[in-house]
């Protein structure tokens, strides 16, 4: 088996599953987070970055993507992500949609009183490996991707039949002792899709980007509750994420399928 250990990086939780021969990254951070992730891998559980053998990138956003290109360069780690990633910053709207998710990162690290520091990233990925729904892991073939849209066209969440455990990336947050679903929902339809999916799924352990690792008793209940908020409205600053949060050229795409 493996073992859990959560980093908490510049924003977000970055988690690290350890293996005796092997380690796999979930996900890939910000820019900002190289120095914080390498201290953990060397220093703290004594193992090489070059044993990082795949690391996945859950959705294109700073918090998740922002070393995916720093790990190819200087370690050659291996990064794999769903098929439609780089739909998501394509052409001038992808740009500028790019452009305002940095901005909103920085928005987060101020809020959260975090130092600022820099967390741009290149707006294209390129991944390894390409996988759909349902597919294994290469090198961790216990571990499987389950697709999981809404929040953004191509999250994935990653799922470990055997230990009921799943990564779950920005499909539900936890803030203040509240499960939240995303800001922004940029595709409500999928999301509902999404969430009424992981209630068939046998899960126990959650491994939230924005939470922290949470066990739920009755997961069908748990994912269901949450549907409910898909249609809420919101105010104020998160009514204006939303609106900004909508350049994306794939959401045009996708919204007629949603
Ligand atoms: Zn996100
Ligand atoms: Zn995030």
Redesign the pocket.
Known sequence: MYKIHEIKGHI?SIYIFEYKDKILLADCATKADMLKIEHYIVNKIGRKMGDIKLAMVSHM?P??AGLASAFQKKYNIPIVSHPNVNDWYRGSFGKLQHFIDVLLAWYVSIKMKNPPKLMWYPSKLKPNYVLEDGAPLPYFNDWQIIYTPGHTSHDISLYHKQSKTIYLG?VILKLKNKYLLPMPITLPGLMKKTLNKLSEIEIENLLL??GGRVTIEQNKSFFYNLIEQVGEKKKGIFKFINLISLFSPCIRKLENID
């Open positions: 977000q956003h918090d998740h920005d980007a924005h």
